[in-house]
C-alpha cells in the first residue's frame, strides 16, 4: 500500500490534487497509475483512502473513497536525545528510531562528540517523513535542530513539585539520584541517561519500576559514550542512569535496542 502525508487544509473535498514533491514521488519513483489506491495521512489521526484518477510529473489528482480514524502511535510517546555521531550513522537512527515509533529526536552534541556542527537536519527530516510513510505512522517524527548537552538539559521539562501528590517510596536497587524522578512517576514521566559504565541498573529493572510511565527521555551518547561531568549534570536533571546490558553497543545500536525494549515492555510490541 502506498502512504503519503498531506496537510489538512488539502483535503477537503473528495477531489484532492496531490503536487510538488509528492507528485513527483508518486509519477517518477513509484510510477503509479490510475485507478490505483493509495492512502494518505493528515498528521491528526485521520487516514484517507483514495484511487488515483490522473498523473502529471508535476500533479497527481485523486479522489476520495473513505475517510476514516486511524492510529498506529504507541502509547507510549518516547522522545530521543542523541550524541551526534560520525559519518552517517545518524541517518540510521533516525530512520529506525521513526519506524520504532518515536516522537521527536533531538541531536545533541556532547564533550566526546567528534561532530559539532551539521547541515543535515532537512535531510533527516525527509528521512523521518519517508519512514513514517513506510510504516503507516500517521504522525511524522520531529526534528529538532542540534542543541549542546548543556542546553537540553536546561530545556527539558520537568514535571512540577509542588502539586503535593504522594509519591511511591524508592524502590530496592535504585539509589537516592532516582528521588526526584520518581516523584514524576505520578506524572508518567521517566528520563534516562544510558552509561556503559553502570553495572547494577539494567533498562529493565527501570521499566519494571516504572510501568505507569507514559512519556520518556533518553539520552544516547555519540562514540566515546559520556563524560563524567554530563552523567552526573543529567543525574541532577532527574535521569536515571542505565545499562543495556554487558555488552557495549554502537551508538547507532544502542537506540534501537533501547527503544524495542520499551515498546515491548510499555508500548504496543508486547500485545
Not at 87 to 113: A, Y
Not at 234 to 255: H, N, Q, Y
Amino acid at each position: 500500500m502506498i502512504r503519503i502525508f498531506l496537510p489538512p487544509q488539502k483535503l477537503t473535498s473528495d477531489q484532492i490534487t496531490i503536487d510538488d514533491e509528492n507528485a513527483r514521488y508518486l509519477s517518477i519513483v513509484l510510477r503509479v497509475k490510475p485507478g490505483e489506491i493509495i492512502t494518505i495521512f493528515d498528521g491528526l489521526g485521520h487516514r484517507y483512502i483514495c484511487r488515483i484518477l490522473q498523473i502529471h510529473k508535476k500533479e497527481v489528482v485523486v479522489e476520495m473513497i473513505k475517510k476514516e480514524p486511524y492510529s498506529a502511535e504507541s502509547p507510549v510517546s518516547i522522545s530521543l536525545a542523541q550524541g551526534l555521531p560520525k559519518s552517517d550513522k545518524m541517518d540510521l537512527i533516525v530512520q529506525k528510531s521513526t519506524e520504532l515509533g518515536v516522537s521527536k529526536i533531538f541531536p545533541i552534541i556532547t564533550e566526546r562528540s567528534q561532530i559539532k556542527h551539521t547541515e543535515k537536519v532537512e535531510r533527516w527530516r525527509k528521512i523521518a517523513l519517508s519512514a513514517s510513510q513506510q510504516c503507516g505512522r500517521e504522525k511524522i517524527t520531529e526534528i529538532d535542530e542540534p542543541v549542546s548537552f548543556e542546553e537540553f538539559l536546561k530545556n527539558t521539562p520537568l514535571t512540577p513539585l509542588d502539586r503535593g501528590e504522594q509519591f511511591p517510596p524508592l524502590k530496592k536497587g535504585l539509589g537516592s539520584s532516582c528521588c526526584e524522578a520518581l516523584q514524576r512517576e505520578a506524572g508518567g514521566f521517566l528520563n534516562i541517561i544510558f552509561s556503559e559504565e553502570q553495572k547494577e541498573i539494567n533498562l529493565k529493572k527501570v521499566l519494571n519500576d516504572f510501568k505507569a510511565s507514559k512519556n520518556i527521555v533518553l539520552i544516547i551518547g555519540p562514540e566515546g559514550g559520556f563524560s563524567g561531568k554530563e552523567i552526573s549534570a543529567a543525574v541532577e536533571k532527574g535521569f536515571i542512569e542505565a545499562s543495556l546490558g554487558p555488552r557495549v553497543l554502537r551508538t547507532e545500536t544502542a537506540p534501537i535496542a533501547a527503544i524495542s525494549i520499551i515498546q515491548y515492555e510499555l508500548g504496543d510490541m508486547g500485545q
